[in-house]
């Protein structure tokens, strides 16, 4: 299978990598987040999640963010919702796209969303309706599909069962989340191929943690499997509440220099991208997550 020839990376950034943060982050800084990337090119963002602020206490101010942000045409801003409570709090905050998330293993299931994997399934099910009648795209996330912190090993049977599910119910995308980074390029690729058997590949996008440093590795391998959609957080922020010892997603910064160096186009401004990266680690007083925003900034 050749290459892509482009790529949509979509920023979780001030989602996925933000929401594990213990200190408070003003609604400023994570609107001038928000803000960065879109400058930079990106045109997929995650903005935030409409959950129980008991569950994610940072994600409590996502409507005010939504609210801020200057919404620049042709960009997406997308939101988490977990039930259609959360659904109509997006709907109102004016987001583009909702994602709903699902687990491939039930023990996951129960720790991030307190119901099981069918239980969640049908949770969804007036969101879709709702979305559908709305004009929103519902995208769908699978957790843990290449490993479980509780149950360890997931079979890629079962993230095909569920990403069938997903697909079916309307989800126009199902991102695949390796959420404890224990994944490798082979796992990643025999997960695609089995999970392409229920959902076709360009309806797949992949979402890698990159605890073990193997991220970098599974874009590619997906790459060599006909994935053209990544998500990836901004400076590697983030990690997961529910999976201790996770640590963030792959660099967006790192995937953009990957698929600069494959030819392959995603619209996005390399160092724009990496000053985004460089002024939320400053907001958040902490070594940039970036190997490339890292590199490319000792030459600036
Ligand atoms: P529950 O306790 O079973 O539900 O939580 P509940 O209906 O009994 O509600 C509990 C409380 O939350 C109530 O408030 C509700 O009103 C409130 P209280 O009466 O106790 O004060 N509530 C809400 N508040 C705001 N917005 C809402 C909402 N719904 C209920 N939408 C629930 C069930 C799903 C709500 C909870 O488990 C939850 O919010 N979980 C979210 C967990 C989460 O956000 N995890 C991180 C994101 S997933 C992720 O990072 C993985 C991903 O990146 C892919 C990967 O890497 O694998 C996507
Ligand atoms: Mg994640």
């Not at 023990?107 to 949770?123: D, L, P, T, V």
Request: proline share 5%; aromatic share 6%.
């Amino acid at each position: 299978m050749s290459l892509p020839q482009q790529v949509r990376l979509v920023d979780v950034g001030p989602r996925d990598g933000l929401q594990n943060e213990q200190q408070p982050i003003s609604v400023a800084d994570k609107i001038a987040l928000v803000d960065a990337l879109s400058a930079a090119g990106v045109r997929s963002i995650e903005v935030g999640s409409f959950v129980s602020p008991r569950w994610v206490p940072q994600m409590a101010g996502s409507a005010e963010v939504f609210a801020g942000i200057q919404r620049k045409a042709g960009v997406r801003y997308t939101a988490l919702t977990p039930n259609m409570r959360g659904f109509e709090g997006a709907l109102a905050a004016g987001a583009d796209e909702v994602a709903v998330f699902a687990a491939a293993s039930e023990a996951f299931s129960q720790r991030n969303i307190n119901c099981s994997i069918s239980e969640s399934i049908k949770r969804f099910e007036p969101i879709m309706v709702a979305a559908k009648a709305a004009g929103l795209p519902v995208r769908g996330y699978i957790s843990c599909v290449l490993g479980c912190p509780y149950e360890g090993r997931v079979s890629p049977a079962q993230v095909a069962s569920v990403a069938a599910e997903l697909h079916a119910m309307g989800c126009y995308e199902v991102s695949l989340g390796d959420t404890i980074g224990t994944g490798t390029a082979g796992e990643t690729r025999r997960l695609i191929e089995s999970v392409a058997q229920q959902v076709p590949r360009e309806h797949l996008a992949g979402h890698f943690h990159d605890t073990y440093g193997q991220a970098i590795a599974n874009v590619y391998a997906s790459l060599l499997e006909g994935i053209s959609v990544f998500d990836s957080s901004i400076a590697g922020l983030g990690g997961c509440p529910y999976a201790k010892g996770a640590s963030g997603n792959v660099a967006s910064e790192d995937v953009l220099y990957l698929l600069q160096g494959l030819g392959i186009e995603t619209g996005v401004d390399l160092p724009a991208l990496a000053a985004a990266g460089e002024q939320i680690s400053a907001v958040l007083q902490r070594p940039n997550g970036s190997r490339v925003g890292r590199a490319l900034l000792k030459q600036a």
